[in-house]
């Protein structure tokens, strides 16, 4: 990992939150005019405003500093900079999982399945469950003990 200069960074999320959430910018530059001229030493603990350039990022806490983007993870900057998927990617991964799960468990029961087997098992036992159905099948497997 490699240090970054806080003011290129700070540069850098300005220009693309000002670009991608002009309102959250003019936002945060409303509140940052309202703030007192000592407001970096009070907040920081530091006795020159300068001084906090040099504080150290809070340990496990990636910057990601670029809106997250949509594309391909191997193109996201955000997941470049500190070499781990970002939120947005993370998520990504775990709903794909979440859908390729049950494929594969399927594929291991039966090799022979297909992939819109595997939907439309999905699909029935979600139509099942909103019916009510699913609930009354398990309640008469456990014979109404739950």
């Avoid at 906090?52 to 900057?77: F, H, K, N, R, V």
Wanted: hydrophobic letters at 45%.
């Amino acid at each position: 990992m490699t240090p970054h200069d806080p003011l290129q960074v700070a540069d850098d999320l300005w220009k693309r939150l000002l670009a991608h959430q002009p309102a959250v910018a003019a936002a945060l530059a409303i509140q940052m005019r309202a703030l007192p001229e000592d407001w970096s030493q009070r907040l920081l603990g530091v006795a020159r405003p300068h001084a906090a350039l040099e504080l150290p990022a809070t340990s496990g806490m990636a910057m990601e500093i670029q809106p997250y983007e949509a594309g391909d993870w191997e193109s996201c900057l955000a997941c470049a900079e500190f070499r781990q998927l970002c939120r947005y990617h993370e998520g990504f991964a775990a709903g794909y999982e979440a859908l390729g799960g049950p494929m594969t468990e399927a594929a291991l029961v039966d090799p022979t399945v297909t992939v819109n087997a595997v939907f439309q098992r999905l699909t029935d036992a979600e139509e099942a469950d909103e019916s009510g159905e699913f609930t009354a099948a398990v309640e008469q497997l456990i014979g109404g003990q739950g």
